[in-house]
C-alpha cells in the first residue's frame, strides 16, 4: 500500500481498480486545517488525465503493472505485432493500444509492452527512434536560411519538419516525445 505522503513523478497507484501514474503532485500544509496532497494522474490504460486532491494518509493500491522488453515485427490491418525474445512468444495489440506511437515503430525496434493483471494494455517506446525519409522536396544549393524548414513524410507515415538540406532516403533521429527532427543519423 501507498500513501500520499509516498507520491513522487513516475509512481504507478490503484484508484478505483484503475491503474495511474502520478505525474505532478503538491503537499499543501494550510495554517488552518489538515494537509492534503493535489496531484496530477494519467490513467495507464487509457491515457485520460484526472486531477485530484487527496487528504494526508490517504492509502492507495499497488497495481499489478509490470512492462516486457519485446521487438516490434509487423503492422497489418489486425494490429501491431510483437515478439517476447526470451521465448519468442507473439504478442498482438491493436492500433488503439499503440496509439500515436504506432508512427514510430519500426520493424525490430525493441520497446517495453506494458502489462496490466498480465494483460497487454500499451507499449512505451524509446526517447529517439531512426526513421527513412520517403518522401519531401529538393533540397537546393545556396539554400542556407537559418532556422528554415520543410515536411519531409517518413517510411512510417509521419510527417516531421525538417531542414531543407534533408533529402529523400536519409535517416534521421527523432524525438519521440515531441515529433520533431533531431539530427541526421550514421548510415
Known sequence: MYETSDFKKGLKILIEDQPYVVVDFQHVKPGKGNQFTRTKLKNIITGTNL??????????????????KVSFLYRDESGCHFMDR?????????????????????????????????????????????????????????????????PAIMDSGLTVQVPLHINEGDLLKIDTRTGEYLERANK
Not at 485530484?52 to 503493472?65: A, C
Not at 519500426?106 to 496490466?116: A, G, K, M
Open 86 to 150: 526470451s521465448n519468442f512468444e507473439q504478442i498482438d495489440l491493436n492500433d488503439e493500444d499503440v496509439g500515436d506511437k504506432i508512427h514510430y515503430l519500426v520493424e525490430e525496434l525493441d520497446v517495453d509492452l506494458v502489462l496490466f493483471n498480465d494483460r497487454a494494455i500499451g507499449i512505451e517506446i524509446p526517447n529517439t527512434v531512426i526513421l527513412k525519409v520517403k518522401e519531401t522536396g529538393p533540397a537546393f544549393k545556396g539554400n542556407t536560411v537559418t532556422g528554415a524548414t520543410k
Open 51 to 68: 486531477e485530484r486532491t487527496f487528504k494526508s494518509g490517504e492509502k492507495f493500491g499497488v497495481p499489478d503493472v509490470m512492462a516486457k
